[in-house]
């Protein structure tokens, strides 16, 4: 979930509106829209966060853990771990990825030598069916 969606999802959540949340946070309603709108997300500054995040009675902690992300939308199904350890990877600079890449497909490989070979399921075959001649 993106920081303005969360920032959309907190106000509904707290049943705040925006001019709610400018006088709670003395941010500008304009700001507060434009941030919710993403227009102005990425020139957001940390201050500004944090003023919007004690109107909604929320740490900065708390507004980028993944708990907050499903309590806002519960229906969205979890990460997995390889996906959040593929996406943590990706955001990485090349050579910093290619290194741990490296060291990641060395630790793979030495469990593979010591784990027993996974156990494969044989296909099922088709159904015999009488001749009717």
Not at 33 to 45: D, L, N, T, V, Y
Not at 64 to 86: G, K, M, Q, V, Y
Not at 96 to 118: G, H, N, T, W, Y
Request: proline share 8%; hydrophobic share 45%.
């Amino acid at each position: 979930m993106d920081t303005v969606l969360k920032l959309r999802e907190l106000r509904s959540r707290t049943g705040l509106t925006q001019e709610e949340v400018a006088r709670r946070s003395a941010i500008g309603v304009k700001t507060i829209s434009s941030f919710e709108s993403g227009a102005r997300i990425g020139s957001m500054k940390i201050a500004q966060l944090e003023a919007l995040l004690r109107a909604y009675d929320v740490t900065l902690a708390q507004f980028f853990s993944s708990r907050i992300e499903h309590d806002l939308a519960p229906w969205e199904a979890p990460e997995s771990p390889s996906d959040t350890l593929a996406r943590r990877l990706d955001a990485l600079p090349p050579h910093a990825r290619d290194a741990l890449v490296q060291k990641f497909s060395a630790m793979l490989d030495a469990a593979e030598a010591i784990l027993p070979p996974p156990r494969r399921v044989a296909p099922a075959s088709a159904p015999q069916h009488a001749s009717l001649h």
